[in-house]
């Protein structure tokens, strides 16, 4: 069983939906990473959560540290968010990321 | 520089050869950070430096790899013997410090990586 476990692995959805992706983990943490990668190219860091939930125009992160779940929200999609959304933890034992394998999100206009 | 550089972007060898991957973190980081992500699959952890030294270097696959940081900014990752197993997209990132027992970390900042094809 992997440590961070995302669903779905594949999401298509139509311009203007409400899309959630979701984050499950299975050590402590220090903090909760979400990031973006679209194809070809870097990652960048969207969030990043140690309790609550954060927003950031259309996108918001939560988190329940007493579940071990964390989800990223996207509000009126649009076809520029297709991308992968990868979940990475900062393990409390250590330094190190552990990622995610990554939710490929298509968004059609 | 404005970012995280990662040079070469494309690296291409032959099996058995000697490379060696450069990142520039952003000016002022002192955690720095090698991943190195497959085709379809989240990155995979290398090793991480706080400073001029490892701390965690337990993702290192084999002995084939290392990596030094020897002024505490830019790393070199030097893969020995190169398998074609080795080939992958090579991340570097860099953050303000990261503690890992502390509540508190600072965003992490990637680079665009180096893309290594080992033939």
């Known amino acids: 069983k992997n440590e961070v476990e995302q669903s779905p692995q594949n999401l298509t959805a139509q311009e203007g939906e409400f899309i959630t992706i979701n984050c499950s983990y299975s050590v402590g943490i220090s903090a909760l990473h979400w990031l973006q990668q679209h194809p070809g190219g870097g990652i960048v860091s969207l969030f990043m959560?140690?309790?609550g939930k954060k927003k950031h125009g259309r996108l918001i992160a939560t988190i329940n540290i007493q579940e071990k779940h964390s989800s990223l929200h996207i509000t009126a999609s649009h076809p520029r968010d297709s991308a992968v959304y990868i979940c990475?933890?900062?393990?409390?034992?250590?330094?190190?990321?552990?990622f995610g394998e990554g939710t490929q999100l298509t968004v059609n206009p | 520089g404005a970012g995280v550089s990662q040079t070469p972007s494309n690296k291409v060898t032959e099996k058995g050869k000697y490379v060696e991957l450069r990142c520039d973190p952003i000016?002022?980081?002192?955690?720095l950070y090698w991943y190195r992500q497959s085709l379809g699959q989240g990155p995979e952890f290398l090793i991480y430096f706080q400073g001029t030294g490892a701390a965690d270097d337990s993702g290192l696959p084999n002995d084939r790899f290392f990596a030094v940081r020897p002024e505490g900014s830019v790393s070199t990752l030097k893969i020995q013997r190169t398998e074609r197993g080795d080939s992958a997209v090579y991340l570097c990132?860099?953050?303000?410090?990261?503690?890992?027992?502390?509540?508190?970390?600072?965003?992490?900042?990637f680079g665009n990586g180096t893309r290594l094809t080992v033939t």
């Open positions: 959560l140690s309790s």
């Open positions: 000016s002022g980081h002192t955690a």
């Open positions: 990475a933890v900062q393990e409390t034992s250590g330094s190190r990321l552990t």
């Open positions: 990132a860099s953050s303000l410090w990261a503690q890992g027992v502390s509540s508190y970390n600072s965003p992490l900042h």
